[in-house]
């Protein structure tokens, strides 16, 4: 069964709800970019994407051209990157609603 990197990154992506994540994901990054943003573990965001640049790129450890095992070094990695990133995610959400149901009052007087 030949596969390739990019079919099979199409496979993974589809499993445990990440498609329905990608918008999360997105506004995630946005926040990440701004001043008073969300702030996420280092290595929950830094790995999965050096994961998909691996997926992505030519080079490989272990070559696809090898039977199973030039598939399964592609599988193993996206199996390790994606409940990170996954759990990153909703980390965010949860992060994203304490924020908007907390009203961020510094100080308040009285008006009788």
Do not use: C, T
Request: proline letters at 6%; hydrophobic letters at 55%; aromatic letters at 8%.
């Amino acid at each position: 069964m030949k596969l390739s990197k990019i079919a099979l990154a199409k496979e993974a992506f589809k499993h445990r709800g990440f498609l329905k994540k990608i918008p999360v994901l997105i506004r995630m990054v946005k926040s990440i970019m701004s001043k008073d943003g969300y702030k996420p573990q280092f290595k929950n965001v830094i790995l999965p994407a050096l994961v998909l640049v691996y997926l992505v790129s030519p080079l490989d450890v272990i070559p696809d051209w090898i039977p199973v095992i030039g598939v399964l070094d592609d599988l193993a990695l996206l199996a390790f990157a994606m409940p990170m990133l996954i759990r990153e995610a909703e980390n965010f959400i949860a992060w994203e609603v304490s924020n908007k149901s907390g009203s961020r009052i510094a100080e308040a007087e009285i008006v009788r």
